[in-house]
């Protein structure tokens, strides 16, 4: 972490994500909010950012190529595919828009 300023990550329910998805008692512990608890200080003792990312923020859905937004994306769906041909690894494209909104996000504060 000491070669980075700032960390970004998504603000997600875990505990909405596990009743909906039925993953179990794995998701539903505490331990992201542990892990987010422990990162936040960690980062403002070094003297870095933590920014967390609106959990409504559609960063699976949202083309990092051209920006358009898909309606639905089912989880099933590992593949992102846009009418612009762009293709990627569906985590792989929200990573992308997650970074970008952080960056987005920093400038403004």
């Known amino acids: 972490m000491k070669q980075y300023d700032c960390v970004v990550i998504e603000d997600l329910n875990m505990k909405g994500m596990s009743q909906t998805f039925h993953f179990g008692k794995s998701v539903a512990d505490d331990a992201w909010g542990m892990f987010t608890t422990f990162l936040q200080y960690k980062s ?37 595919h846009c009418d612009c041909g762009y293709v990627a690894d569906r985590d792989w494209n929200a990573s992308i828009n997650i970074k970008r909104e952080g960056l987005r996000l920093l400038a403004v504060v």
Request: charged residues 35%; contains cysteine.
């Open 44 to 80: 403002e003792e070094q003297g870095k950012k933590l920014i967390k990312i609106d959990k409504w923020f559609p960063s699976s859905k949202t083309c990092s190529c051209c920006g358009q937004v898909k309606e639905s994306l089912s989880l099933s769906e590992r593949k992102f």
